[in-house]
């Protein structure tokens, strides 16, 4: 496997072919910010988070989805950075109804995380305020569109490691909403196997367990890596 | 698991026309070999036999084309020139093109959204189902609707009024 030299942040940096910008970033301590990556399943390049400035594009990239190349001189904390990742940020804010003071995930939020990171403290759009729905009906979890930021963590958690594929995405632009099959109650979904991988993954307090209140749902997602080696290389490590 | 066969039957049509549309869709999917990446295809298929794509067609499908349900419904709601509700006795298409839209379309519009139903929806009582398009090349014409697949020209407000008034679509309701 070939190795790639490179500079992040000032740093020599070295990462297989074939990795990305992101991940050699991590393996080495560079934190870069994400929402709908995350790491054991595939990247999609939903929430632009993770972009980066690469020395000699004429465009910021996506981190999560640009392979390292030999010599590339990455930057991840410029001012300019900064602040395109707050508006998308408040971007994100705006377009649905986030109200940390009521979410069961306040407290342990990514998302509410990285707008403290940011300096985020009004939002300077305008809010959309959608009348969304809460689908309760599943026995032990809950969907609160709300709160979603649709970065598909989910629908790919459930494809690649469950491989139910129960969720996907329905509509288009705006409209754009998760699903369980056909648009219906997830409680009624023939393909849920009810493992809650997708409650794990959610950055947000979009998908909860039932019975939990304000700050109570705390997010595990180290079965994901576990499940992934094991799969891909026999061996179970906790 | 349901055992589907007559995908969604609208109490119109016989037996036999059932029948005859369910093995068109049949072949269709057959000549691309039941492939997942047929999907659009066999879509535009399904919604030119059927006029719309019920939920038991599009699981229909999904089984067919071994795909999760989720992903074609994803899929269908995606595009526009889908409709998942089943189409009114008479469709009307404002056009939305730049002639028109100068001349007054969006008048009309205001008219049969009033009157009958949302932009890409049928209304209520099932008879009308409105659409818009961008430019049916009739500038000249302009503005023009397309009522049941005939250009109409020049069209006043009274005149598309008039048109509801003698299918008996409800008299303009309040402002709201
Ligand atoms: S429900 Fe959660 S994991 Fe799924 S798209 Fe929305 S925010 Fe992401
Ligand atoms: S983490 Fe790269 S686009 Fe979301």
Same mark, same amino acid.
């Given at each position: 496997m070939s190795i790639k030299t490179l500079t992040i942040d000032g740093r020599m940096v070295t990462g297989a072919a074939g990795e990305s910008i992101f991940d050699v970033a991590w393996n080495n301590g560079i934190r870069i910010p994400r929402l709908c990556h995350v790491g054991g399943i595939s990247d999609v390049g939903a929430c632009r988070l993770c972009l980066v400035e690469i020395e000699g594009w004429p465009k910021l990239a996506a981190a999560c989805l640009t392979p390292v190349e030999e010599g590339m001189v990455v930057r991840t904390q410029t001012e300019r950075l900064r602040r395109h990742r707050k508006l998308i940020v408040e971007l994100l804010l705006a &377009?649905?109804? @986030? *109200? $940390? #003071? *009521? %979410? *069961?995930?306040? !407290? @342990?939020c990514e998302l509410q995380d990285l707008a403290a990171e940011l300096g985020v403290d009004h939002v300077r759009v305008y809010y959309r305020f959608p009348r969304l729905g809460v689908d309760m009906s599943h026995e032990r979890f809950g969907l609160d569109h709300n709160r979603c930021i649709l970065c598909t963590r989910c629908v790919r958690v459930c494809d690649e490691v469950e491989g139910a594929h129960t969720w996907d995405v329905a509509g288009r !632009? *705006?409209? $754009?909403m998760i699903v369980a099959d056909m648009g219906e109650p997830w409680g009624n979904s &023939? /393909? %849920? /196997? #009810? %493992? !809650?991988k997708c409650v794990q993954v959610c950055p947000t307090g979009a998908l909860f367990e039932k019975g939990k209140t304000v700050g109570e749902m705390y997010k595990d997602r180290r079965f994901l890596k576990y499940i992934v080696t094991a799969r891909e290389k026999r061996q179970w490590i906790r | 698991m349901s055992a589907q066969t007559s995908v969604n039957s609208p109490e119109r049509s016989s037996g036999q026309a059932v029948d005859q549309r369910a093995k068109m869709l049949e072949r269709a999917m057959s000549r691309h070999h039941y492939a997942g990446d047929a999907l659009l295809e066999v879509l535009h298929t399904a919604q030119e036999l059927y006029g719309y794509l019920s939920p038991g067609l599009l699981r229909e499908i999904a089984r067919k084309l071994r795909l999760p349900p989720s992903h074609v419904y994803g899929v269908a709601t995606f595009y526009h020139f889908f409709t998942l509700q089943p189409r009114g006795e008479h469709t009307v298409m404002v056009c939305m093109g730049t002639a028109c839209y100068v001349k007054g379309a969006l008048g009309l519009l205001e008219v049969l959204e009033r009157r009958c139903a949302r932009a890409g929806s049928t209304s209520p009582d099932g008879k009308v189902s409105v659409g818009t398009a961008r430019c049916v090349g009739a500038c000249g014409l302009a503005p023009v609707i397309v009522w049941d697949g005939e250009i109409l020209g020049r069209v006043t407000p009274q005149e598309l009024n008039r048109r509801l008034d003698a299918l008996a679509v409800a008299e303009v309701r309040d402002d709201g």
């Open positions: &377009e649905r109804n @986030h *109200v $940390c #003071s *009521v %979410c *069961v995930q306040n !407290g @342990h !632009g *705006v409209n $754009c &023939e /393909t %849920c /196997t #009810s %493992c !809650g | -």
